[in-house]
């Protein structure tokens, strides 16, 4: 079965900036959507960016829209999310995450596999 690792959170500070990456151990993406969550502390998991195959289509949650660009690499099989002006309320642990279903109504509930998460973290 293929693992999805995540990698690239950290400490920063408001405003920096920061690129997530997920890739695919033992295999591939193959041609599924994947997507970005979220989970702060004491909060459920929330969406916050999906891309399409092969990579076309993207959506966004509204509290990153215009700060977070995520896009695809298939050639690398490696999904990134790029973050900009992150801010103290993006602090969380982000998951990768493939849905079959297609990226349009990515949720947690299509979702058919989950990384282990990595912690961004950013002071004020």
């Known amino acids: 079965q293929v693992q999805l690792v995540e990698s690239g959170g950290g400490l920063v500070q408001a405003g920096d900036s920061l690129t997530l990456s997920c890739g695919a151990s033992g295999g591939t993406f193959s041609t599924y959507a994947v997507g970005w969550f979220r989970q702060a502390p004491g909060k459920e998991r929330e969406f916050v960016a999906a891309?399409?195959?092969?990579?076309?289509?993207?959506y966004y949650a509204d509290s990153v829209k215009g700060r977070f660009t995520i896009s695809r690499d298939n050639a690398k099989n490696t999904v990134y999310l790029q973050m900009n002006s992150l801010k103290p309320e993006d602090t969380a642990v982000y998951y990768c995450?493939?849905?079959?279903?297609?990226?349009?109504?990515?949720?947690?509930?299509?979702?058919?596999?989950w990384g282990r998460g990595t912690q961004v973290t950013v002071s004020s």
């Open positions: 891309i399409s195959w092969p990579g076309r289509t993207t």
């Open positions: 995450a493939t849905d079959p279903s297609g990226a349009r109504n990515m949720g947690v509930r299509s979702v058919n596999s």
